[in-house]
């Protein structure tokens, strides 16, 4: 298993920029998948990007064109950058581990971005 520590959230205004680190304890090269999600309160989560140990991504469709994901093995460290950030995508974003495809095994506990407009 392993364990994830998300950092990087905070307040930002509107088409402001953050980015989010997932920092994993044990090397992220045999992890299949990383990704971010987020949950509102009273929705479900939502995936927001993945990235494949061969580095291949996939993104939400709200998000494309604005977020980039990224790992840096070396750092066993997996980044997003999230830029003109809009009110709305205010919420909790949780990193996630995926050892089969892209479906999720292992959660960090999540890093709050709040958007204000």
């Known amino acids: 298993q392993v364990q994830l520590v998300e950092s990087g959230g905070g307040l930002v205004q509107a088409g402001g920029s953050l980015r989010l680190s997932c920092a994993a304890s044990?090397?992220?090269?045999?992890?299949?998948?990383m990704g971010w999600y987020r949950q509102a309160p009273g929705k479900q989560r939502e995936l927001v990007a993945t990235?494949?140990?061969?580095?291949?991504?996939n993104y939400a469709d709200s998000v494309k064109g604005r977020f980039t994901i990224s790992r840096d093995n070396a750092k066993n460290t997996v980044y997003l950058q999230m830029n003109s950030l809009k009110p709305e995508e205010t919420t909790v974003y949780y990193c996630?581990?995926?050892?089969?495809?892209?479906?999720?095994?292992?959660w960090g506990q999540g890093t709050q971005v709040t958007v204000s407009s």
């Open positions: 996630a581990a995926s050892w089969f495809a892209t479906v999720p095994s292992n």
């Open positions: 044990i090397s992220i090269d045999n992890i299949n998948a």
């Open positions: 990235i494949t140990r061969r580095r291949s991504t």
